[in-house]
């Protein structure tokens, strides 16, 4: 198995003049003009004084330019920290003061103002979106560096830090096998090659735009349409010559929105593919109504990149997200014994592969608590495996309601609540409440025009549903709080409800 910097360059070698970046509006880029330009900052990283090991913490817009600086990272042996263009500088301060990267990279806007933390151990430079920045400026004046670090498949790779949600924010420790063995299983699984053209219009400080599209794309020798962001209207347009899509739930909603969305339109994708949270059931079937195409739904997380997979040939079931990748093993287990459960028994989902982390940067405590004896890794999801063997996802442990004693799975109540007429998304979670400890409670976003209220949701639940899990409130709102890759951000909801039964 090749490192996917290795891989990279066999990508080179085997087709120098092939386009990796196809940029709308702006040049294309070649796999041969990506690889000068990978060892142009290779050449300055080495000059700035980056060692094997060394962190390199990136926080710059969507652009090519920064996926070659990537793969500059790997060339050199350091170890790639993206980061959310969203952070504050307060959550800068954190994850530099944690991470104690040697290189921090900035945008050409922030830069002056990034200055201000450089010190003897701490380089700051910048790169822009339209090829410019203090690190663009030496890489053109630089002479390639053309030999790369050797790394082990063990050895650091990147570092991902968790959303931090709930308590300090933690840095996932990947290493190169762990990269490029869950491209290998993904390669695979979705019959992914060199003749694939993707529409990327992620962004790429997350598992899914990084180390699943690009990385895939680099590694198979595919074309990348590269999007600064998503656009319904375009990403159509663009279908005419492409082949596979990876998105968010948002994207699918947004496309379905449009008029031009048909069987047509989409005759030459052969794939679409949706993660990073929960695609609404019903959405799933409006699409492949639509367009004959059924989405394919995959299940990973930021600690072990992918796990599971709806089939590329077979069933491609509406909230399920499928079964394990190749060379990983999922159970679901009991939450406070760990025992494992039989299929159709909600419980604790485990993963085992070569796909999982290493553990948490500087966090060995946390880390072994994370883990089983038997190297299982607790990815803190809830789920059941079905008589079809299809995993699916029921919530969070964090976002488990207790109510008056018993357990209630919000994914369910959800399900039910999104199945009503004028009722576009639900949210379900538990509030602090004087007599049942938690309260079950649910926030609606309804249909414009749409004439429901508290008592009917509730009372249209009433057969449906035991009276423990029934909620006990329900709020209408005009939209639910989302992170940059859809997920619907409960903690935010609870902290802004928190006072309800008070």
């Not at 993206?82 to 800068?92: D, F, S, V």
């Not at 004959?292 to 590329?312: D, F, K, Q, V």
């Not at 939209?479 to 609870?494: F, H, I, S």
């Amino acid at each position: 198995m090749q490192t996917i910097h290795e891989s990279f360059i066999a990508s080179v070698e085997a087709e120098p003049g092939k386009v990796l970046f196809e940029r709308p509006g702006l040049s294309d880029i070649t796999y041969a003009q990506a690889r000068d330009l990978t060892e142009r900052f290779a050449a300055v990283l080495t000059e700035i004084g980056v060692r094997p090991g060394d962190r390199v913490a990136v926080q710059t817009e969507k652009s090519a330019e920064a996926i070659c600086l990537y793969l500059a990272v790997l060339q050199v042996g350091g170890v790639y920290l993206p980061l959310n263009t969203a952070y504050t500088g307060a959550e800068i301060d954190y994850f530099l003061g944690d991470a104690a990267p040697r290189l921090f990279v900035c945008t050409p806007a922030t830069l002056a103002a990034h200055k201000a933390r450089e010190s003897d151990g701490l380089r700051v430079e910048s790169l822009g979106a339209d090829a410019d920045g203090s690190l663009m400026a030496r890489a053109l004046a630089a002479s390639p560096r053309r030999d790369r670090v050797a790394r082990a498949m063990s050895d650091h790779a990147a570092i991902l830090y968790t959303s931090g949600t709930t308590g300090r924010s933690k840095g996932a420790v990947l290493t190169h096998g762990n990269l490029a063995s869950n491209v290998a299983a993904l390669l695979e699984s979705w019959h992914y090659t060199g003749q694939d053209r993707l529409i990327h219009a992620l962004p790429i400080f997350h598992t899914h735009g990084l180390f699943v599209a690009a990385n895939m794309s680099i590694v198979a020798g595919a074309t990348m349409i590269w999007l600064a962001k998503f656009d319904g209207e375009q990403a159509i347009d663009l279908m005419a010559d492409a082949t596979v899509l990876m998105g968010v739930p948002t994207f699918y909603t947004r496309l379905l929105k449009s008029g031009r969305l048909n069987r047509e339109t989409t005759a030459r994708m052969r794939l679409f593919v949706s993660g990073s949270a929960p695609l609404l059931a019903e959405d799933h079937r409006a699409f492949e109504d639509r367009t004959g195409h059924a989405i394919l739904e995959r299940y990973g997380m930021t600690e072990t990149c992918m796990i599971t997979t709806n089939p590329y040939d077979g069933a491609r079931k509406p909230g399920a997200v499928g079964m394990p990748l190749p060379g990983i093993a999922i159970r679901v287990t009991d939450r406070e014994t760990g025992a494992s459960l039989p299929q159709g028994e909600i419980g604790a989902i485990e993963v085992k592969g070569p796909n999982v982390f290493e553990g948490y940067w500087q966090m060995p405590e946390k880390t072994a608590s994370e883990f089983r004896k038997d190297g299982f890794f607790i990815t803190g999801d809830l789920g059941q495996i079905g008589e079809d063997g299809y995993l699916r996802i029921v919530g969070r442990d964090k976002d488990l309601v207790i109510s008056g004693g018993y357990n209630v799975y919000p994914k369910e109540i959800e399900s039910l609540i999104d199945d009503l007429p004028g009722v576009v998304e639900s949210a379900v979670i538990g509030l602090a409440h004087p007599d049942l400890g938690e309260g079950v409670t649910a926030i609606v976003v309804p249909q414009k025009g749409a004439n429901l209220d508290e008592a009917g949701v509730i009372a249209a639940l009433g057969d449906r549903l035991a009276r423990y899990k029934q909620p006990k409130r329900v709020i209408f709102v005009e939209e639910l709080p989302r992170n940059v890759m859809g997920k619907v951000q409960k903690a935010e909801l609870r902290k802004r409800h928190a006072d309800l039964y008070r």
